[in-house]
């Protein structure tokens, strides 16, 4: 079956860095996608990967090893406004998006 | 302007009515979805609709019936509401349904509490 992994729950500090891991084994695959959803809101898209590597935006980073299985968000500069869930997804190879439970991050002073 | 509306945001009735929740794109997206989100936070694809024509049908049982107007509108109603029928239902849009960057954006979301 297709399957997203990622911790339920973390804890950081503000003005920390935090890595919030995902795994993952999908028929076939097509990118992978990292959304954020404060409590009582919508999700909302932070970054997509499709090819090996690094990509950038500002204070959130996400990478990605395809032979691995395997991506990571990383957020430098934690603000209290990072306290919400991180849910990974990934698309299959045909093109529907399997969802992770979600990583809720919370932020302490 | 509001990019994906729904509504009512918040909806309580007792079990067996029958309700519905719309939503609207002023995106101009092709495709629109409805998702489940329950109380351990996993969001389930019920439908998926591209230019009015059901592209995705999970296996939700089949009191819920979506209803696509026009491309801009993805209704859904459910029939003999249950109590496992509590939850959080997402209406969601993107440009196209077959490419990897299909990026969606998402309503505000429609609490459901079957009593």
Redesign the interface.
Known sequence: GQNIDQPTEMTATEGAIVQINCTYQTSGF??L?W?QQHA??????LS?N?LDGLEEKGRFSSFLSRSKGYSYLLLKELQMKDSA?Y?C?V?DSN???I?G??TKLIIKP | DTAVSQTPKYLVTQMGNDKSIKCEQNLGHDTMYWYKQDSKKFLKIMFSYNNKELIINETVPNRFSPKSPDKAHLNLHINSLELGDSAVYFCASSQDSGSGANVLTFGAGSRLTVL
């Open positions: 097509n990118g996608f959304y009582g809101e919508a999700p909302t898209f997509y499709v869930s849910l997804a698309m093109y529907q998006l969802w439970a979600g």
